[in-house]
Each structure stands twice: as C-alpha cells, then as structure tokens.
C-alpha cells in the first residue's frame, strides 16, 4: 500500500499562493490522484483530481485558481493554489482516488 506524506501548508494572506506537495513511498503512475479538503465542521471534499494520462477536473469553487499536477519519477502530487481565499482554509489531504485510510494532511489558513 503506498503511504502518503503531505506538505507544504501554512498561513497565507488572502490573495496569496501556496504549493502543496505530496510525497508518495511508492509508485504512484497508474494511480488517479487526487486532492481533498475538509474544514472544520464540514465533510472532506475533493478539489482537484489527476488521471493517470495527465488529464485534471477541478471543483467549481477552486478553478482558475488551483492547478494539479503529478511528476511519476519523483512520486509526487502537487496542488499550486494561487488568489487564495479566507474560504479556501481546510486541512489539506492527498489520496489515490477512491482509497480509503487518510494521512495526516496538511493545514492551510487564509487571512483575510
């Protein structure tokens, strides 16, 4: 099972950019990827999903602003976030999509 290490979060002025990175323990190239999000007192949801050939589908709230994108080789999810949003503040977490078992995450806090 590969294991999943999430990084890269932090405090951010709205506006913003941060990039998150997800390191994987294994091969992750015939793996969807995705990336999800969960704010405090709300359901975990996903914003942002790579294909295994590269192609990506984003959630309404966050397109035009978050990017996906995988590098194989280096067994790595990226998420580049750009004009961050107070609402965009959550725990950030990485997953092949449709797995279960989640890893730590990543927090990211937008001020306003």
């Known amino acids: 099972q590969v294991q999943l290490v999430e990084s890269g979060g932090g405090l951010v002025q709205a506006g913003g950019s941060l990039r998150l990175s997800c390191a994987a323990s294994?091969?992750?190239?015939?793996?969807?990827m995705g990336w999800y999000r969960q704010a405090p007192g709300m359901q975990r949801e996903l914003v942002a999903s790579?294909?295994?050939?590269?192609?990506?589908n984003y959630a309404d709230s966050v397109k035009g602003r978050f990017t996906i994108s995988r590098d194989n080789a280096k067994k790595t999810v990226y998420l580049q976030m750009n004009s961050l949003k107070p609402e965009d503040t959550a725990v950030y977490y990485c997953?092949?999509?449709?797995?279960?078992?989640w890893g730590q995450g990543t927090q990211v806090t937008v001020s306003s």
């Open positions: 790579i294909m295994t050939y590269g192609s990506t």
């Open positions: 997953n092949v999509l449709g797995a279960v078992g």
């Open positions: 294994g091969r992750i190239v015939g793996f969807n």
